[in-house]
């Protein structure tokens, strides 16, 4: 095997293995258990995809997909800074859906229907 | 020679990704799993811009190249410890292992301020 044989071989690897990793941080992206988790896999999606684009420079050739690369970086990092402020002001940990909230919401309400001189808890 | 060595550099750095990736995929909760995307994912990636370096071996891409792994390097922490902070600041409980936890009561609100030490009598 020619140095050059061995290098294209090894571009071909990178890509199936990057593959893989793409695959397990969407798994984990869409089992999530909190918003935290989600955003975290958002991250390292935007990782992962800067390092598809630097194999994808090797392996076409073409230098100006690099710039591409840096580009999704900042982009990243600035998505991530936002996510993490609305994580701190949204406040909530767990994953309730819109209804449910809703119908808490309902039920505490009906109370305070039902008992006026209930006070505020 | 350059090659086989250019090669395994770009494999090592697509492991690394799929380390990141795995962990991202199994381990127990939100801090530990930063552990794994912020450091083997910036890496792996960081690792295949500096291949970019030296197999264009011309100054001006290089140099984007090495521009663009500092850059990574700068904000990839930030980026972690402001998912990290954020992320304990809304409550989101470590995992039930977790041995120790310093900032445990250290928080007074839900915006984020830490109460200092005269407050805590």
Redesign the interface.
Known sequence: MT??Q??D???L??FG??I???I??I??LILGT????R???L??LV??G??FI??F??YTGF?AY??M??AL??VG?LA??A???L??H????NDTPAGDKLEDIEDEADEAISNPSGGVN | MFYYFLGSLLIVAAIFNLIAAIGLLRLPDVYTRMHAASKAGTFGSGLMLVTIAIHAGEINIASRALAGVAFFLLTAPISAHLLARAAYVAGIDPWSGTVRDDLKGHYKDKQGHLSSDDDKD
């Not at chain 1, 949204?90 to 940990?93: I, N, Q």
């Open positions: 140095p050059e061995f290098f071989l090894a571009i690897i990178s293995l990057s893989v990793a793409f397990f941080t798994i984990r909190t918003l935290a988790d955003i975290l896999s991250d390292m990782t992962l800067i390092g630097a194999i420079t090797l230098y690099l710039d690369a840096i970086g900042l990092f991530t800074v996510f993490a402020r994580l701190m949204r406040g909530e940990t």
